[in-house]
């Protein structure tokens, strides 16, 4: 892919002190709009949908979204929940995103440090990702009120992250044209400090696949020999996989879960399907792990006489995120800092970590919310082999100039992807941490806008440091589609009841208040986290 840096003689070039005083009012605006970022907040929470049906979710904020004048189109690359807000005009067009999706058996009541789901079973956000799209709302109107003002030029293209929990989306994204002229993309992501890095983020790159396998039910008492397991052929590929991963490099990590593995026992399952996950650290290395993976499936198709097809269900590049706006950013995390948290979220922090403490009687994590800034995080001299998570934000990192602000929603030392992270997510931990991330990322859009030499730097860093050896290829192909029936069945289960809990501002001033919570609520003595 050739990627050319901007132009940017068509940006306003703003004298430092008038972009101090823009500053230091977007931050005034932010804070008089806490109410309202609480809400959101709140709103988001209170959905709890997961990857693909997050049709509540998407409706409520793009509904914002129009009433403030950007202009909406649904749907994009084939995915119902899927959408991009636009707003301004000309150069440059900066791109903000945010994920929108939970995690299944997640429920959780906010505010109490111990398991108490909302509903038994439901998903919850689990993750945070009920916060990031409220801060991009609150920052970028506090920084539209600037720009009309200022006649400042730009376009601003609010987006979200659907299914993220799948990797199912952003690689759709970028095939299907839609970061196209571009600029730079800031994605916020929930954390429990303020932070942003730049280079090799050292997380592994994914493809996630299912393969379905069918062969011939038969009575498995009177008339095994007539059937054909499907059953059969999900074992045997898991345990070809299983050694196989004893002459894989250290940086590998794959797991799988069987999503069907029949009916009943007395029938023969004439399908059954696994579902993979095959994470590395470079495009090579995942793209072998796959064409591993289909081997070992033709292999169990064949030693069952079956039939294998396979579907690639999503799938995320390393992630590599760029200096210049990083460096831009964090100078504007040192001017923010912190939020000021109260003794209440202290005593809920360390209540939580003290409950989630390790079962191998590891260090207990228990010192509460982060009151001193990260540090820029820059990368690392010595390769990372140790494998780790993925995040399809990465294959829009790979496209054009992108940085991932994280800011301070949530608790310290917590498992993640758990009922646990979602404590913090509708209480004033979540809603002060958006308040300070959403100062951040309106301070930084402004500085792309009025500092013409950030994109510049920022594009030769993309073209003759990051994409200099390493070209994108996306690991779909051009008949993928993206997976939009995953968790249906999921949702329709527990959408009903899910309804009767989703909060009304209009009766409540919070969450909390509408669960008739106390907070904080912690187990007994647990008050002080010691």
């Known amino acids: 892919m050739m990627a050319l840096p901007m132009k940017t003689s068509a940006q306003v070039k703003m004298n430092p002190a008038k972009i101090d005083a823009l500053k230091t009012e977007m931050?005034?605006?932010?804070?008089?709009?806490?109410?309202?970022?609480?809400?959101?907040?709140?709103?988001?929470?209170?959905?709890?949908?997961?990857?693909?049906?997050?049709?509540?979710?998407?409706?409520?904020?793009?509904?914002?979204?129009?009433?403030?004048?950007?202009?909406?189109?649904?749907?994009?690359?084939?995915?119902?929940?899927?959408?991009?807000?636009?707003?301004?005009?000309?150069?440059?067009l900066i791109a903000v995103g945010s994920d929108i999706d939970c995690i299944p058996k997640a429920s959780q009541k906010p505010g109490v440090?111990?398991?108490?789901?909302?509903?038994?079973?439901?998903?919850?956000?689990?993750?945070?990702?009920?916060?990031?799209?409220?801060?991009?709302?609150?920052?970028?109107?506090?920084?539209?009120?600037?720009?009309?003002?200022?006649?400042?030029?730009?376009?601003?293209?609010?987006?979200?992250?659907?299914?993220?929990?799948?990797?199912?989306?952003?690689?759709?994204?970028?095939?299907?044209?839609?970061?196209?002229?571009v600029d730079a993309c800031i994605f916020t992501h929930v954390a429990n400090n303020l932070s942003v890095s730049y280079g090799d983020g050292g997380n592994n790159g994914m493809v996630s696949v299912q393969f379905n396998f069918e062969g011939q039910a038969s009575h498995a008492g009177a008339a095994?020999?007539?059937?054909?397991?499907?059953?059969?052929?999900?074992?045997?590929?898991?345990?070809?996989?299983?050694?196989?991963?004893?002459?894989?490099?250290?940086?590998?990590?794959?797991?799988?879960?069987?999503?069907?593995?029949?009916?009943?026992?007395?029938v023969v399952p004439s399908k059954a399907s696994v579902w993979y996950y095959f994470r590395e650290r470079t495009y090579p290395k995942i793209t072998q792990m796959f064409k591993d993976g289909i081997r070992i499936a033709e292999g169990a198709a064949q030693m069952t006489e079956t039939k294998m097809a396979y579907e690639v269900l999503g799938s995320a590049w390393p992630g590599h995120f760029n200096q210049a706006i990083a460096e831009t950013m964090y100078e504007n995390i040192k001017r923010v800092g912190l939020p000021k948290w109260s003794e209440d979220d202290q005593i809920l922090a360390k209540a939580a970590q003290k409950e989630m403490q390790n079962p191998e009687g590891g260090a207990l994590e228990t010192n509460g919310l982060a009151t001193t800034l990260s540090q820029l995080s820059k990368p690392s001299a010595t390769p990372n082999t140790g494998g780790g998570g993925s995040d399809?934000?990465?294959?829009?990192?790979?496209?054009?100039?992108?940085?991932?602000?994280?800011?301070?929603?949530?608790?310290?030392?917590?498992?993640?992807?758990?009922?646990?992270?979602?404590?913090?997510?509708?209480?004033?931990?979540?809603?002060?941490?958006?308040?300070?991330?959403?100062?951040?990322?309106?301070?930084?859009?402004?500085?792309?806008?009025?500092?013409?030499e950030v994109l510049r730097y920022a594009w030769?860093?993309?073209?003759?440091?990051?994409?200099?050896?390493?070209?994108?290829?996306?690991?779909?192909?051009?008949?993928?589609?993206?997976?939009?029936?995953?968790?249906?069945?999921?949702?329709?289960?527990?959408?009903?009841?899910?309804?009767?809990?989703?909060?009304?501002?209009?009766?409540?001033?919070?969450?909390?208040?509408?669960?008739?919570?106390?907070?904080?609520?912690?187990?007994?003595?647990?008050?002080?986290?010691?």
Do not use: C
């Not at 074992?235 to 996989?241: A, F, K, P, T």
């Not at 498992?415 to 959403?438: D, E, F, Q």
């Open 224 to 266: 095994p020999w007539r059937g054909k397991s499907a059953l059969d052929a999900v074992e045997l590929m898991n345990i070809g996989w299983n050694f196989h991963r004893e002459h894989m490099e250290p940086t590998q990590r794959s797991h799988y879960v069987i999503k069907d593995g029949g009916d009943q026992p007395n």
């Open 113 to 181: 440090a111990y398991h108490d789901p909302i509903i038994e079973g439901a998903p919850g956000h689990g993750e945070g990702h009920n916060s990031g799209q409220p801060l991009n709302i609150t920052a970028v109107l506090a920084l539209k009120k600037v720009m009309e003002r200022e006649k400042i030029p730009g376009t601003i293209m609010l987006w979200p992250g659907v299914a993220e929990e799948q990797l199912g989306t952003k690689a759709y994204y970028v095939r299907d044209g839609f970061f196209k002229g």
């Open 392 to 452: 399809d934000i990465a294959d829009i990192s790979w496209n054009l100039p992108t940085v991932v602000l994280r800011y301070p929603a949530n608790i310290p030392g917590l498992p993640g992807h758990h009922w646990a992270n979602a404590i913090a997510m509708a209480t004033p931990i979540a809603h002060k941490g958006v308040t300070a991330g959403a100062k951040v990322e309106a301070m930084t859009l402004l500085d792309l806008l009025v500092k013409p």
């Open 27 to 92: 931050a005034k605006e932010i804070d008089s709009q806490q109410k309202f970022t609480q809400e959101m907040v709140d709103m988001v929470f209170s959905f709890g949908e997961l990857g693909f049906q997050e049709v509540e979710t998407s409706k409520y904020l793009t509904d914002i979204l129009k009433k403030n004048g950007f202009t909406i189109e649904q749907g994009i690359a084939g995915i119902p929940t899927a959408w991009t807000a636009k707003w301004g005009s000309g150069k440059p």
């Open 460 to 530: 030769d860093y993309y073209n003759n440091v990051q994409t200099k050896d390493v070209k994108y290829k996306a690991l779909i192909s051009d008949t993928d589609k993206p997976a939009i029936h995953l968790n249906e069945k999921i949702m329709s289960e527990f959408r009903p009841e899910m309804k009767k809990y989703y909060y009304d501002p209009t009766k409540y001033a919070t969450y909390l208040e509408q669960l008739g919570i106390k907070y904080p609520t912690v187990r007994e003595a647990a008050g002080t986290g010691k």
